[in-house]
């Protein structure tokens, strides 16, 4: 996870970051350790109950489809769902990328990875924008 959280801090230089489907927050742990505010959130309550202590305070549950009092919070400039919208119906994937983008501040960029799956993988990532890498990053 700190692999992750260098690159992610190198190639977005984010001050505030939400992860949505954050497991036991071992992600949320390394982005704090490079400096950044992180935070996230898990469908699974075992998962928030059992988050890593150096998270735990920073894990929360939601639904990535309702997130309730999450959408109140000051904006976050990077927002990640990793290996996590393909869990969900491929007709509810537009709704969980909107509910994605409130939390998100002007500029902001969401880092999503979605493997292709089922007869709509198409369909799914032409919802997805994505960006290249900077050269420095290639």
Excluded: Q
Excluded at 53 to 78: N, S
Excluded at 124 to 132: D, K
């Amino acid at each position: 996870k700190r692999v992750t959280a260098a690159m992610l801090v190198a190639a977005f230089g984010p001050r505030r970051a939400m992860e949505a489907g954050c497991a036991t927050g071992l992600l949320v742990k390394a982005l704090r350790g490079a400096g950044v505010d992180a935070r996230g959130f898990d469908f699974s309550e075992w998962c928030v109950e059992n988050a890593h202590p150096a998270a735990k305070d920073r894990v929360a549950w939601a639904d990535i489809l309702d997130l309730g009092a999450l959408a109140a919070e000051p904006p976050y400039d990077l927002v990640l769902t990793l290996d996590i919208l393909e869990h969900l119906p491929p007709d509810k994937v537009p709704a969980a990328l909107d509910n994605l983008t409130r939390l998100m501040a002007p500029g902001a960029a969401l880092f999503a990875v979605i493997p292709a799956y089922g007869p709509n993988a198409r369909s799914i990532h032409s919802t997805c924008g994505f960006r290249p890498l900077p050269p420095e990053m290639s």
